[in-house]
């Protein structure tokens, strides 16, 4: 069987041997029927390491920036410049799939789709430029809100397929342009089987240093996370360790800050293979994010899934979508944004026997629910209907530029 080609622009992707975003690898890598070349950024966080070319990986240029100013807006604008070029070197592909958060990503992929004249899927991570407002960052009658909302409602209408990854953006992306009948629903997902350990709790728990009951936090550091939170919560919650591990910019301010919290620790961001290991030394898996009412209906965190994946109970101060999915897995407390220490306060003092259960039970949720193999099935359905679809490009030749 013939592979067909899909190319991917997600500015934020990494390989599953490094710390990062995997979701597309752990997607395509699953449909043989399909070739993937994902171009990212060379660099994708501030001061990160380099993204080193490699099979189906194609990083490419971007300026540094530091903090979360005007820096970082033109650290996206290079990437969707890099992007574009290298999009258009590469062979013609079948379909081009974008993928926010930021908008110029999406802005690069319809533009690569339109000149090769084949379809363009839009991935939508996060609802720009409406949760740039509800965070503070713009104002409604700011000229940069005006012109992202344009941008957006431009690429809900020309993309053949908007994939979604929380049920709650369907109404707020209709209500801008796309169509209801080309929104897909694919979230974030995890296979417990890829989270197996490669050595024994206990040699886990020396490796990392975790030697009371260890609350851990694996992913980005910024504002959209809230982990002052998480700090406070830490503070008020002293029998308990919490453990945050990975990187952003916001953390070397928050390290600062919590300089006089002894149960406090920060880890360097480990690589996706290395996640297993890590949760199965710990004993509880924390998510938090920032008190913004978009949180609750349009976010699938890839954390939760890890959690639950890996059978560790999950306190979350999001209630909404990620509450919901919590409360219905049996597997852990939500609680209300700004009460984090409640939730990790009552499983410090559960019984080692309640934390399995709970565990269990969430392991056995995201097998039955959302595992990442179903999750692929649904995007190799997606991209079939592509190509049975006469009406999904202007032009669709057999031979290939």
Known sequence: MTQRRILVLNHFAVPRDCPGGTRHVELFGRLPEWSTVIITAR??????????????????????????GLGRVINWASFAVTGTVAGLRQPRPDVVYASSPHLLAGLSGWFVAAARRVPFVLEVRDLWPRVLVDMGRLTEASLMYRALERLERFLYRRAQRVVIMAPGVRAAIESKGAEPEKIVFIPNGADPEDFTPGAERDELRRRYGFTRRTAVYAGAHGPANGLDLLLDAARAVPDLDVVL?????????????????????FLDPVPKTEIPDLLHAADIGVHVLADVELF??????????????????????SPGVVGDLVMAA????????????????????????????????????????????????????????????????????????
């Open 245 to 265: 591990v990975g990187s952003g910019v916001e953390k070397a301010r928050l390290q600062a800050a919590a300089r006089d919290i002894r149960n406090v620790r």
């Open 330 to 401: 049996a597997a852990g407390h939500v609680v209300a944004p700004g009460n984090l220490a409640h939730g990790l306060g009552q499983l410090a003092q559960a019984s080692p026997d309640e934390l399995a259960k709970m565990g269990a039970s969430g392991r056995r949720w995201i097998q039955q629910n959302q595992s990442r193999t179903a999750m692929a099935r649904a995007l190799g359905e997606l991209l079939a209907s592509l190509l049975e679809d006469p009406g999904a490009t202007r032009c669709r030749p057999d031979r290939r530029r």
């Open 43 to 68: 660099r994708n966080t501030a001061g990160g390491p380099p993204q080193r070319a490699e099979q189906g990986f194609l990083p490419v240029a971007v300026t540094p920036y530091q903090g979360n």
């Open 296 to 317: 609750r209906v349009g976010v699938s965190p890839n954390k939760v899934f890890d959690y639950l994946a890996a059978g560790l109970p999950v306190v979350t101060n």
